[in-house]
């Protein structure tokens, strides 16, 4: 019965995934209190920058950023604060997988979340805003994806590094928001410039190339750094 | 890897100016149970996060047979460790928390082995999340965890916490099967009462320093408290 071996990279990540999905379908907590904090968000919004039917230039593009920032870090948190909890942070530390395994299935079940809520938001917006964030569908999702994948790879590796701190409610936004600047300026540019009366393709593209150039070398950064940040 | 011993040579560890453990020298071999005793705050759950690699001592060095920290995900897989925290997700049933386990662990029949342990811990008809159970229910789906994998060194933190009877003589019986079957267990605790039998040797801690204590007469307790006051 003595495992040889361990488990791949892949099963790992999947694992960790599988199990986050889980707790989360049975628990709804998080989608929940994120889904609230976005749609009320958009809603405050809504009110400040759309007047007589027609919004402030430009403001439906920041507005859906701003508001997959901060439930992100809101489900960031959340994420990681289950496995402070019991410790099990540390016990997923004591088994022989991959640690970078580990993060790469805590970031799928946070972008996985992610993805929940702006199924939700993005139409919302277009409906308070009047914004066409339909009318290039696939490089909306492409940019939307993009710059997710971008937060939620620097947000995970920090909620982990911060699980054990005691201000860690407090440090993860202080930490994560001035790294992921860029990658919220492009994604604010990438979708402004597709909800423009002449949308440009092109620019939209650049701004995409760009959030993609972050998305590598943040989670880079990230699976090279993970395992020593998390050694005590 | 396999390994039949872990020893502890001069081994300290600070936490800043603070330091926990100081120059500690200690070799426990496969079969063999090892009580870790002392006050609180004596070192006793840093000197277990030590031996199960999740904090690199200060200074000195922690030898598993011929091979060091280093060995990694390798050795990782042959340490089994139930933690002051029970390692265990609460919306979780005890069948999900430990195949979650058994396959982080690369357990080879993961059907088998969890029903064997959830049998064991007395929990295989509960389908309930975790966090519904007793303390005393957590800590035994717990211990099955930490043993899941049939770890080479067992590391136990107050393993006795919240059990009940029945619960600490099957305790007790699972310690004596873990030493015939060639384990190391090193355990803290503070239940002498308990281990007084059980354990092969035990190792007072006290300041950060390791304390012999007589083999002599009396209870362990007597022992104890012969050794605190002689230190």
Partial sequence: MSPESRPSFAATAWLV?????????????VVYTTLFFAVACVLVFAFGFVREGVAVDDAAAGILWIAIAFSGTLALGRTFERERQNDTLRALMLTPADRPALYVGKLMGVLVLLAAVEAIVVPLIALM???????????????????TIGFAAVGTLFAAMLVRARSRDVLLPILLYPITIP?????????AVLLQPEASLPVARMWLSILVFFDVVFITLALWTFEPAMSE | MDFQSISFTDVSRHFGRRRVLNKISVRCDAGEIVALLGANGAGKSTFLAI???LLPPSAGVVHYGDSSMAAGAELRARIGVLGHDLFI????SAFENLAFFARAYAVRDVSRTVHAALERAGLEERDDPVGRFSRGMRQRLALERALLHDPRLVLLDEPFTGLDDAATTALRSRLADLRSAGCIVLLATHDLETIDGVADRALLLRGGRLISMDEGPGSLRDRYRRASRES
């Avoid at chain 1, 990658?183 to 979708?191: C, D, E, K, M, N």
């Avoid at chain 2, 997700?89 to 979780?92: I, K, N, R």
Wanted: net charge positive; hydrophobic share 50%.
């Fill in chain 1, 183 to 191: 990658v919220i300026i492009a994604g604010v540019r990438g979708t």
């Fill in chain 1, 17 to 29: 995934t599988k199990k986050d999905l889980l707790i989360e379908l049975r628990s709804r907590e």
């Fill in chain 2, 89 to 92: 997700y609460p919306e979780l």
């Fill in chain 2, 51 to 53: 031996a199960a690699t």
């Fill in chain 1, 129 to 147: 805003f009047h914004a066409p964030l339909f009318a290039f569908p696939l490089m909306t999702a492409l940019l939307l994806t993009a710059g």
